[in-house]
């Protein structure tokens, strides 16, 4: 069992059906950093400045701290920006978590996810730009990329599980 399981990527890697699917099987405490995001004290806000996008992330913070104060495992965590995966590491330097990044090798794959999105983040270029900065990075502590670019999302979530049930930490 891990603390916490962050699983990050660009838009359309396939972290929500991962997560979901970690979720189902775990039974743990399930936190999309995306709806952490929207709420605020004006239910309109949608587009956070620089000062909420940073209260919500130290109460993302907060919040993870109690559930593992409280005992609770492998807590998963979806939809961080990759500056925000880039400060795990200090942040939760203390506990036991892994970081799954997902990767998607294919351009034209990601592109197609993308596009075939009836909501949520459309921008393309953007996607392919964060894509190619998560598989181009170095690896953070306790961070593993996985590839989920031609994968069903069973086969992907499988070799999550095993990396969240291994006894040891090897990066």
Same mark, same amino acid.
């Given at each position: 069992?891990?603390?916490?399981?962050?699983?990050?990527?660009?838009?359309?890697?396939?972290?929500?059906?991962?997560?979901?699917?970690?979720?189902?099987?775990?039974?743990?405490?399930?936190?999309?950093?995306?709806?952490?995001?929207?709420?605020?004290?004006?239910?309109?806000?949608?587009?956070?400045?620089?000062?909420?996008?940073?209260?919500?992330?130290?109460?993302?913070?907060?919040?993870?701290?109690?559930?593992?104060?409280?005992?609770?495992?492998?807590?998963?965590?979806? +939809?961080?920006?990759?500056?925000?995966?880039?400060?795990?590491?200090?942040?939760?330097?203390?506990? *036991?978590?892994?970081?799954?990044?997902?990767?998607?090798?294919? *351009?034209?794959?990601?592109?197609?996810?993308? *596009?075939?999105?009836?909501?949520?983040?459309? +921008?393309?270029?953007?996607?392919?730009?964060?894509?190619?900065?998560?598989?181009?990075?170095?690896?953070?502590?306790?961070?593993?990329?996985? *590839?989920?670019?031609?994968?069903?999302?069973?086969?992907?979530?499988?070799?999550?599980?095993?990396?969240?049930?291994?006894?040891?930490?090897?990066?």
């Amino acid at each position: 069992m891990r603390d916490l399981i962050f699983i990050a990527g660009a838009p359309g890697s396939g972290k929500t059906t991962i997560c979901d699917l970690l979720y189902r099987e775990l039974a743990s405490p399930y936190i999309d950093f995306g709806d952490l995001r929207n709420f605020h004290l004006d239910r309109e806000w949608s587009n956070a400045g620089e000062r909420e996008e940073q209260m919500a992330f130290e109460n993302l913070v907060h919040i993870l701290k109690n559930y593992i104060r409280y005992g609770y495992p492998n807590v998963i965590v979806n +939809d961080l920006q990759d500056f925000r995966v880039l400060q795990i590491p200090e942040l939760f330097s203390e506990n *036991d978590y892994i970081i799954a990044s997902l990767v998607v090798e294919n *351009d034209d794959e990601l592109a197609k996810r993308i *596009d075939r999105r009836n909501g949520g983040f459309r +921008d393309v270029e953007h996607a392919l730009q964060w894509n190619e900065q998560v598989k181009t990075r170095s690896l953070l502590a306790n961070e593993y990329r996985v *590839d989920n670019s031609n994968c069903k999302p069973e086969q992907t979530f499988k070799r999550i599980l095993k990396i969240v049930n291994a006894n040891k930490i090897v990066s």
